[in-house]
DNA sequence: AAGGAGAAGTTCGCGGCACGAACCAAAGTA
DNA sequence: TACTTTGGTTCGTGCCGCGAACTTCTCCTT
């Protein structure tokens, strides 16, 4: 409604921006950008894999063969829990955990430099604002709006 | 500086967000997303392979690939200019200029829905400091910092 | 208790994506 | 005429994610 012609194209090159700084940063960990984002899922607590895939916006298949690759590196573990040994509950390793703060942490040091060439009172407003359109879901990445539920 | 410890998180899942429906709306062209973005590239002007790939931030087996993919669908194609025989130019077929088109009005329709639940002061602003934290790149998406020349 | 429906994950086969290394051909240069 | 550089391609590899089919377990109904 309030939107110009170009806002659209706007928004794909504000996520491909920082998608890229992204890339980079977790690149400098050895991750790629599904792993660290798994690992930021459950570097605090362990989670099951209908949850992450539900909140990583990924059907079965892809959450199997992401965690598969993750676990290959030791970085998370599978869990059976014992109310339902069907299901599988994934938790990070000392390794993982390690790895999993030290990258949080270079995201919040690093990632915001996209924003460096803002005056320090848009970028408060920008980060305000940013914060407002993710609707506050602090940890890991938003919920999709489409459950991939299969 | 001016940001508090969960505003890299907040840039991720903002991106995260976007992307997410960019993917959808260009699943409903039938496109992925690498090739939509190369697609608005090149459909209002022909471009060379090294052009496009430093826009795209690809290396020069990325860019083959992609554009093989692409004209393989019938919606890009390679030339030979004639002042250097061993360059490519890409441009774009009727059916891709046709279908970029689409996809980039569809884009600047539905893409803005994110912010949606912003008040309108508030969608206008964030439009507007997305803008300047994208520096007005406004065709195609932004350069990447690092040059990925090799 | 039996038996079927549904949920949780896995496996398989596929295709897209992108990299490094090696390569080829054309262009420029000594 | 050689040598170097540049623009792209090919090959092999690995990550990513899907749909379809399958197994196992839980739960609900009868």
Redesign the pocket.
Known sequence: MTEGPGFGNTLVCLSVLIHRRYVQICADHDL????AQLLCLVKDQPR???EL?HL???????????????E?RGLVQ?GTPE???????ISCTALGKEIGDALYADVSARLPDIVDHLSPADQRLFQELAGMVTGGTVSGPCRGDDP???
């Open positions: 790629t950008t599904a792993q099951g894999m209908s895939g990583l916006g990924l059907a079965k298949p892809g959450m199997s063969g992401l965690v598969d690759r993750t290959r599978r109310h339902d040994r069907r299901a599988c509950t991939p539920e299969q």
